[in-house]
């Protein structure tokens, strides 16, 4: 049985940092594409990194480039989310997301199998 459980999240300043954990069980997580979507209230899901299984490169939707950072510990099964220089436009529910076994990319929501029960974060400004 696959299961994501996402931790860290919280009220921070406009400015401040918040780094985000996922731990997944079930699969061979080194070969999994991990992913991290959020989504503030009214809008859609969106997404926001994924770092690949293998090789582990990353990518980064614009409004987060340059400030969020995506990184994955496969000793612990572990993809996490740094957040750096946050801004009230990042508040939202945040959610991990497995993917395939596979060493592409991927950034539609429709191509992730697994989903975390998310972690609220909020930034005031």
């Known amino acids: 049985q696959v299961q994501l459980v996402e931790s860290g999240g919280g009220l921070v300043q406009a400015g401040g940092s918040l780094r985000l954990s996922c731990v997944a069980s079930?699969?061979?997580?080194?070969?999994?594409?991990m992913g991290w979507f959020r989504q503030a209230p009214g809008k859609e899901r969106e997404f926001a990194a994924a770092?690949?299984?293998?090789?582990?490169?990353?990518y980064y939707a614009d409004s987060v480039k340059g400030r969020f950072t995506i990184s994955r510990d496969n000793a612990k099964n572990t993809v996490y989310l740094q957040m750096n220089s946050l801004k009230p436009e990042d508040t939202a529910l945040y959610y991990c997301?497995?993917?395939?076994?596979?060493?592409?990319?991927?950034?539609?929501?429709?191509?992730?199998?697994?989903w975390g029960q998310g972690t609220q974060v909020t930034v005031s400004s």
């Open positions: 997301a497995e993917g395939p076994y596979s060493g592409l990319i991927y950034y539609n929501p429709r191509q992730y199998d697994y």
């Open positions: 770092i690949s299984g293998y090789a582990g490169n990353t």
């Open positions: 079930g699969r061979t997580f080194s070969r999994s594409v």
